[in-house]
């Protein structure tokens, strides 16, 4: 008894599964959420002081301000809630977005080096679906798992230049690097019937970027600083395949400081980033959309505690983040306060800052995150 | 720090944020079978873990024989030094009943032969013969209610005595006498609850009864076969096969269901399985026992394609489930056989190393008469065996 050759195919049923990110929050589409390169005290002032603070990276000349070597480490979760129709979820995501050291060589040179979170696309997903698997009646519900850890960092060697208060001017190499790594589980219920499956995949980023800032203070009330980096190639691979090229997004930024008022700095800040650069970074379609980042705070001398005088710190801020949900932006409000304190003579220095972010699509998901701050300053 | 433990988790919202990521689901059915056939299971007699005793009218008739060659010479009575067996009293062989396999109503008479025989160790022609008047030993009959799971089956100690005497082996073949259907199924040797045989040496009730073992001293050089002969079914009438154009599973004598597909390498080697499914008909067996339960087992063939024929390649497998399909003989109609543990495996192995063929046996082989059927690839393309496999092609994970 014996048969044929196979031929026939009988039946093919084809169920539609997109490839999109699974990332489950406003803030996680595309390639992840922009951290921003800002140090605690400059979160704390809605980003105002960020281009006239050594340790903040969004320009290289504020690190000619530092007056002596530092080592800044800054740690950051973010506690999010997402709400949608069909429910909620709420999330813990710990960061150390900065860190960044700190060398004054001589009177007019500060060498800097730091390392920044550009974009965090980690996060994990379980989705239930329904499948036919098997005869046309045979619906099974999958249980589909997708982790995603990781995130795209910024290393920046810098340069400044200072030859008095008024002015200083800096220079950076940016290297972007990082990889995320990513994990997909496919569940059925019954392993009699079914092989559940699991799939990895490492895909790393590498890109080049170089930027340049100018801070000028015309008198001791005011000052002023711009800065702004090019980005070249971002190419994106798995193994030894390149599986994507973009541009590294331009940016730029332009500050203004007030300290007309003894003991308390009004500063704002607008930055512009390229982001739609990215755009081709996505097997999917995600949108990437340019964005505006506008912030403002006040930073003021407060009380004397235990022999420390403390700062005080507050801000508001408003962005759209990178990219966006069904086409359409998503929009970022931010309100902060913050504090600094010395520590061991002036040694060390603590920076808290609490960012209560309000995230929105234009849709009736709503996102809600607050972000600690805590930064850490250590001069040897 | 207390945020140090993160939680990522955002299912919550995921009817709204999370698109399905995985892959499109292809379910196709295919006619992938390239050989299919019935061939006889070839574990040797005796191997099976019960012993069957049957006796069904003209549809079956099986026999028990029960090899007892090493025979005790002397005992040790109580406060004594041993001395020459002389006398033989209560002998009787123990029996572990399989209680759910008793079939018939009726009282039932089992006879003892000696079948004890210098032919071929193997012939069951000789050993059916030697079920006559002048190789009877003893006879014992029970009621339905005293076949409880231990059964004292007592046998003539006069024959137990001549062959300990004689220093002759005592092989006996029990058969089922009933006015109606009998069918039992007692526990093998090769089932850890053998038969043993007792008898007491002495009057003395203080001296313990001896105790016999099944042993069996030929086939002399095969030791295994010698095992497997300790007791062993002897089939003196079974229902008849099935067609040559029909696939069987399980019967008299026992036999498998040897099928080896044709699977495109694409699905195997760079798709990911999900299920697997190998589509039958059953047709109906009307004979024996129709609606009782058969279990069905899928295993894969480990044979490689130096073993051409499917008869020998059909008894090299390896388990891929512990998973079987209730079945019934009288049954009719499409019938799914689950086989996606077996891609897993061939996934492993190419084609050349492992050829893509499993079997279908019954888990009861041997030790059961029913027997389930399928239409083969020689019947109408409708009901042809096929296979239907669901996989999805490997997602590019990486960029969002």
């Given at each position: ?12 049923t084809?169920?539609?599964?997109s490839?999109?990110g ?5 803030s996680?589409?595309g390639?992840g959420?922009?951290a921003g390169g800002?140090?605690?005290r ?16 969004t320009t ?13 480490v800054?740690y950051?979760p973010?506690?999010r809630?997402?709400?949608?129709a069909?429910g ?5 995501t710990?960061?150390?977005p900065?860190?960044?050291?700190v060398?004054?060589m ?14 965090d696309?980690s996060?994990e997903?379980?989705?239930d679906?329904l ?8 619906t ?6 997708n982790?995603?850890?990781g995130?795209?960092?910024?290393f920046?060697?810098a ?12 220079v950076?190499g ?5 990889s995320?790594?990513?994990t997909?589980t ?11 499956s ?9 890109g ?13 009330v ?5 800065s ?5 190639d ?27 008022i ?18 081709s ?12 980042d506008?912030?403002a705070?006040?930073e003021a001398?407060g009380?004397r ?5 403390i ?5 508001a801020?408003f962005?759209t983040l990178?990219?966006g949900?069904?086409?359409?932006k998503?929009s ?8 600094g ?39 040897p | 720090?207390?945020?140090c433990?993160?939680?990522l ?5 995921c009817a709204?944020?999370?698109p ?8 196709i ?9 019935t ?10 873990p019960g ?8 549809s ?21 030094t041993?001395r020459?067996?002389a ?10 009943l ?27 022609a000789?050993?059916?013969?030697l079920?006559?008047?002048?190789r009877?030993?003893s006879s ?5 209610a005293?076949l ?17 005497q ?13 006015v ?9 040797t ?6 043993v045989m ?14 016999v073992v ?9 030791s295994?076969?010698?095992a ?9 009438k079974a229902?008849p096969p ?6 069987s599973?399980?019967g ?8 080896l597909?044709?699977i ?10 999900i ?10 067996n ?8 058969v279990a069905?087992?899928p295993q894969v ?5 130096a073993?051409t ?6 008894q ?6 512990v ?10 109609g499409p019938?799914?056989?689950e086989?996606a543990?077996?891609?897993?495996l ?7 190393t492992?050829?893509r063929?499993?079997?279908?046996k019954?888990?009861s ?6 027997e389930?059927r399928?239409?083969?690839s020689e019947?109408?393309?409708?009901l ?6 669901s996989f ?8 969002p």
């Amino acid at each position: 008894m014996r048969k044929s050759f196979f031929a026939a195919i009988g039946l093919v049923t084809l169920s539609f599964a997109s490839r999109g990110g699974a990332q489950g929050a406003l803030s996680l589409q595309g390639l992840g959420y922009p951290a921003g390169g800002l140090s605690a005290r400059a979160e704390g002032t809605g980003g105002g002081v960020a281009d006239f603070d050594a340790l903040s990276a969004t320009t290289p000349a504020a690190l000619a301000g530092v007056g002596s070597p530092a080592l800044f480490v800054q740690y950051s979760p973010e506690f999010r809630r997402v709400t949608t129709a069909s429910g909620t979820a709420t999330t813990t995501t710990a960061r150390f977005p900065l860190i960044i050291g700190v060398l004054p060589m001589g009177q007019s040179w500060t060498l800097g080096l730091s390392s920044s979170t550009f974009l965090d696309r980690s996060s994990e997903t379980t989705l239930d679906r329904l499948q036919v698997v098997g005869a046309p009646t045979d619906t099974v519900t999958v249980t589909e798992q997708n982790k995603v850890l990781g995130a795209i960092d910024d290393f920046r060697l810098a340069l400044a230049w200072s030859a008095s208060p008024g002015f200083r001017i800096g220079v950076g190499g940016h290297a972007f690097a990082g990889s995320n790594r990513i994990t997909l589980t496919q569940l059925f219920p019954d392993s009699a019937k079914f092989i559940s499956s699991a799939q990895a995949g490492r895909i790393s980023y590498a890109g080049f970027a170089a930027s340049l800032g100018i801070e000028y203070h015309p008198s001791r009330v005011i000052g002023f600083a711009i800065s702004g980096r090019k980005g070249g190639d971002l190419r994106a691979q798995s193994g030894d395949t390149a599986i994507g090229k973009a541009r590294l997004p331009d940016h730029y930024s332009g500050s203004v400081t007030f300290e007309g008022i003894p003991g308390v700095i009004v500063s704002a800040r607008a930055a512009h980033d390229n982001w739609n650069s990215l755009s081709s970074l996505s097997s999917s379609g995600v949108q990437a959309f340019d964005s505006w980042d506008i912030g403002a705070g006040v930073e003021a001398t407060g009380p004397r505690i235990m022999q420390r005088i403390i700062t005080v710190r507050a801000g508001a801020r408003f962005r759209t983040l990178p990219f966006g949900l069904n086409g359409e932006k998503v929009s970022e409000r931010t309100f902060a306060a913050g504090f600094g304190a010395p520590l061991t003579r002036e040694r060390a220095s603590l920076d808290v800052a609490i960012q209560r972010a309000a995230r929105s699509a234009g849709s009736d998901v709503k996102e809600r995150g607050f972000i600690l701050s805590i930064g850490l300053r250590v001069s040897p | 720090m207390l945020s140090c433990s993160e939680n990522l988790d955002s299912s919550g919202v995921c009817a709204v944020l999370c698109p399905p990521i995985g892959g499109d689901v292809q379910n196709i059915t295919i006619d992938a079978v390239v050989v299919d056939t019935t061939v006889p299971s070839l574990s040797g007699l005796g191997t099976e873990p019960g012993l069957l005793l049957a006796s069904r009218g003209d549809s079956l008739d099986t026999r028990v024989v029960i090899r007892f060659d090493s025979l005790p010479a002397t005992f040790i009575p109580v406060g004594d030094t041993a001395r020459p067996i002389a006398s033989v009293d209560s002998a009787y062989i123990q029996l572990r009943l399989d209680t759910t396999t008793i079939k018939g109503a009726d009282p039932v008479t089992i006879e003892a032969y000696d079948v004890d025989t210098t032919a071929n160790d193997t012939s069951i022609a000789a050993v059916l013969a030697l079920f006559r008047p002048d190789r009877f030993i003893s006879s014992q009959t029970f009621a339905r209610a005293e076949l409880t799971d231990t059964l004292k089956y007592f046998i003539s100690n006069a024959a137990v005595l001549a062959r300990i005497q004689s220093r002759a082996p005592l092989r006996v073949g029990l058969r089922a006498v009933s006015v109606g259907s009998s069918q039992m199924r007692f526990i093998s040797t090769e089932g850890a609850f053998g038969p043993v045989m007792f008898f007491r040496a002495t009057p003395d009730t203080t001296t313990k009864p001896l105790t016999v073992v099944p042993f069996s001293k030929t086939p002399v050089g095969e030791s295994i076969l010698a095992a497997n002969l300790t007791d062993y079914t002897v089939i003196a009438k079974a229902p008849p096969p099935a067609a040559p154009s029909v696939l069987s599973v399980g019967g008299l004598p026992a036999r498998r269901v040897y099928i080896l597909f044709n699977i495109p390498s694409n699905i195997i080697d760079s798709a990911t399985i999900i299920r697997a499914t190998l589509l039958l008909n059953q047709l109906p067996n009307t004979g024996l026992d129709a609606t009782d339960t058969v279990a069905l087992l899928p295993q894969v063939v480990l044979a490689g394609r130096a073993v051409t024929d499917p008869a020998k390649a059909a008894q090299i497998i390896g388990a891929i489930s512990v998973d079987t399909l209730k079945l019934k003989p009288g049954d009719s109609g499409p019938t799914n056989v689950e086989l996606a543990r077996a891609f897993t495996l061939w996934h492993t192995q190419k084609p050349d190393t492992l050829p893509r063929a499993i079997i279908l046996k019954s888990v009861s082989e041997g030790n059961s008469p029913l027997e389930l059927r399928f239409s083969s690839s020689e019947d109408i393309a409708a009901l042809r065996p096929r296979l239907r496999i669901s996989f999805t092609s490997k997602v590019p994970l990486g960029l969002p």
